[in-house]
């Protein structure tokens, strides 16, 4: 099967940069590597500062793809982001380089590597009905009509618990049951070779806090002034993009700069925080875990460098 490689980890964790290691390590191997974006931020055209998109500079030469490929105007879902990746997979092994996926967005890999349920679309007047109730109402509906949803879901997730008794209801199917009939995943087609990013927590909030301070001094709040420009619907993702939100504020008068770095650098920990948490516990167990702030690549990746 070809190969596939996967870097994965939350924000400022420096997949970008093993990325680029192996990349190189493949080149020397006689190997061309080629980079793929899965961060849900970094597809944006719109936000090169605010999601750290790399450089020209940065890439080192090495060819990235689906970066910047989506206009703000354009919501950018995992299923949208899954076709574009296999059409890039596809093309990276029919001319003999090896895709290296590098992104923190777990959705976009699992709906590439596992598919996506086939749900229809659900009935608006259901959709608006459930969306009403408060959530403990809906806890308690989703417990008679989807109680295996029900136990895995807190009791305060209202986001989880609207969308499972929707899809319930409108489809008079459960949501686990949709999502056993995943359909498009790539996963037992190719051969995974991932990495996933988890170095000690003081060191990436360090890191996160020193980013987003960075990215004000680069051009954010010029990025923001020209998103703001552009009079785009606020319920975008571009729009709700970690730092879009606080120096829209600041760019109103609301905030004082030295709110915004820490409002900013306080999200940016928050993100990283979810993550982690979703990287330490859902990918597979036989991931390879990364737990150290420096990477060998040459080790990690031996045997895709070798074969």
Not at 10 to 21: D, E, F, L, N, R
Not at 78 to 84: I, N, P, S
Not at 271 to 278: I, L, N, P
Request: hydrophobic share 45%; with cysteine; aromatic share 6%.
């Amino acid at each position: 099967m070809n190969p596939v490689a996967l870097i994965a980890g939350p924000t400022a964790s420096g997949k970008s940069a093993v990325a680029i290691a192996l990349a190189k390590a493949l080149d020397k191997a006689g190997k061309r590597g080629v980079v793929i974006n899965a961060d849900s931020a970094q597809v944006y055209r719109d936000l090169q500062v605010l999601s750290a998109r790399p450089s020209a500079e940065e890439m080192e030469g090495v060819e990235h793809r689906l970066f910047g490929d989506w206009d703000g105007t354009q919501a950018c879902s995992a299923a949208d982001w899954a076709t574009k990746a296999r059409e890039e997979i596809a093309e990276c092994h029919e001319n003999g380089a090896v895709p290296i996926l590098v992104g923190g967005t777990g959705m976009y890999m699992q709906v590439l590597l596992e598919g996506i349920a086939p749900i229809p679309a659900i009935d608006p007047e259901i959709r608006r009905h459930v969306r009403a109730l408060p959530t403990q109402g809906a806890y308690a509906a989703l417990k008679i009509e989807d109680p295996e949803r029900a136990l895995m879901l807190e009791p305060t997730d209202s986001q989880r618990i609207a969308r499972a008794l929707e899809v319930v209801r409108s489809t008079g199917t459960t949501l686990s049951d949709w999502h056993n009939a995943k359909t498009g995943g790539i996963g037992e087609d190719i051969a995974l070779y991932p990495l996933v990013l988890l170095p000690p927590r003081d060191w990436l909030y360090e890191r996160c806090d020193r980013r987003f301070g960075l990215m004000l001094e680069h051009g954010a709040i010029e990025e923001v002034e020209a998103l703001l420009a552009r009079k785009l619907d606020p319920g975008l993702p571009v729009m709700r993009a970690i730092g879009v939100p606080e120096i829209a504020d600041y760019l109103a008068g609301h905030l004082m700069i030295a709110d915004v770095i820490a409002n900013g650098a306080q999200a940016t920990r928050n993100y990283a925080k979810r993550q982690y948490t979703w990287f330490r516990n859902q990918p597979p167990q036989d991931w390879a875990r990364a737990e150290s702030k420096k990477i060998n690549v040459e080790d990690i990746f031996a045997s895709l460098l070798h074969d």
